[in-house]
T-cell receptor
Framework: DTGVSQNPRHKITKRGQNVTFRCDPI?????LYWYRQTLGQGPEFLTY????????KSRLLSDRFSAERPKGSFSTLEIQRTEQGDSAMYLCASSYGGGDNQPQHFGDGTRLSIL | GENVEQHPSTLSVQEGDSAVIKCTYSDSASNYFPWYKQELGKGPQLIID?????GEKKDQRIAVTLNKTAKHFSLHITETQPEDSAVYFCASNTGTASKLTFGTGTRLQVTL
């Protein structure tokens, strides 16, 4: 069990650029979640997958955001035309999907800074 | 939607003392309540969780209590140590949904 892995750890980009983050969940965890955390706040839910199916999206996930999990393993989160307000820590978590309310285990996140 | 309130926002205790963090939730359908510890530059680490069919759960120096009627749950850390210093988050789910709603965090500082 190597834990949830996220890459890159840090991303600095100019406003208007596109960015993509990757998350590798704990092996055999078929649920994968994306959260966003701003300074001094708790994580906020963005979206989650069961296997390759995206089952729920928060209204925080504007049309500039897209997430995929094509083979039910790793996931990517893309932000197009980045804005200053997108600066945050993007966290990925995974859980075993055998029923609801299984413990979610987080990675160390990707910190996005928009110049 | 679900709302989770957490108090206090900061807590300073002396090494060896106990620390208590309290949370309230709004959705009566919530039935899963995890607690996470987050250190600087790291992601949240699950330290204990409780389900609504249980009133209390203990794991060494950490315990969590749940009062479903009052819709509040608490984290208790006994015999605090400097390495307990971190930000602690409570969270709850919404019914059968898997997503978690987090509190705003408590920064715990354990002083020597």
């Amino acid at each position: 069990d190597t834990g949830v892995s996220q890459n890159p750890r840090h991303k600095i980009t100019k406003r208007g650029q596109n960015v993509t983050f990757r998350c590798d969940p704990i092996s055999e965890h078929n649920r994968l979640y994306w959260y966003r955390q701003t300074l001094g706040q708790g994580p906020e839910f963005l979206t989650y997958f069961q296997n390759e199916a995206q089952l729920e999206k928060s209204r925080l996930l504007s049309d500039r955001f897209s997430a995929e999990r094509p083979k039910g393993s790793f996931s990517t989160l893309e932000i197009q035309r980045t804005e200053q307000g997108d600066s945050a820590m993007y966290l990925c978590a995974s859980s075993y999907g055998g029923g609801d309310n299984q413990p979610q285990h987080f990675g160390d996140g990707t910190r996005l800074s928009i110049l | 939607g679900e709302n989770v309130e957490q108090h206090p926002s900061t807590l300073s205790v002396q090494e060896g003392d106990s620390a208590v963090i309290k949370c309230t939730y709004s959705d009566s359908a919530s039935n899963y309540f995890p607690w996470y510890k987050q250190e600087l530059g790291k992601g949240p680490q699950l330290i204990i969780d409780i389900r609504s069919n249980v009133g209390e759960k203990k794991d060494q120096r950490i315990a969590v209590t749940l009062n479903k009627t009052a819709k509040h749950f608490s984290l208790h850390i006994t015999e605090t140590q400097p390495e307990d210093s971190a930000v602690y988050f409570c969270a709850s789910n919404t019914g059968t949904a898997s997503k978690l709603t987090f509190g705003t965090g408590t920064r715990l500082q354990v002083t020597l």
